[in-house]
Nanobody
C-alpha cells in the first residue's frame, strides 16, 4: 500500500523559511520521480517542483530561486526547502507520486 505523509508546515511571517518533508512507503522510492504541489483557497492545485530519480529538478517560475526540492533515498523522503516566503505562498502543500497524493500540510504566510 502506497503512503505519502507530509509534515513541516506552519504559520510564519513573510521572509521566513520552512522545510517540508514527505515520507513515502509502498514502492521503490529511489526509482521514481516525485513532486510537490500546492493548492491555495479558491484556486486549482498547481505544480511547485519535481525531482527525478536521478535528482534532476524542475520548478514553477513563481518559486524559482526561493524553493529547493531534494530527496534522501536512504530515508524514502523528499524535501521542499522554502525560503523568502511570501503571503502568496499560502496553501496546502501536497506530495505526489504518479496518481497518489499525501494528505497535505498547511503553510500560512502572513505579511
Amino acid at each position: 500500500q502506497v503512503q505519502l505523509v507530509e509534515s513541516g508546515g506552519g504559520s510564519v511571517q513573510a521572509g521566513a523559511s520552512l522545510r517540508l518533508s514527505c515520507v513515502v512507503s509502498g514502492f521503490t522510492f529511489s526509482a521514481h520521480s516525485l513532486g510537490w504541489y500546492r493548492q491555495a483557497p479558491g484556486k486549482e492545485r498547481e505544480l511547485v517542483a519535481t525531482i527525478s530519480s536521478r535528482g534532476s529538478t524542475n520548478y514553477a517560475d513563481s518559486v524559482k530561486r526561493r524553493f529547493t526540492i531534494s530527496r534522501d533515498n536512504t530515508k524514502n523522503t523528499v524535501f521542499l526547502q522554502m525560503t523568502s516566503l511570501k503571503p502568496e505562498d499560502t496553501a496546502v502543500y501536497y506530495c505526489r507520486w504518479t496518481t497518489q497524493w499525501g494528505q497535505g500540510t498547511q503553510v500560512t504566510v502572513s505579511s
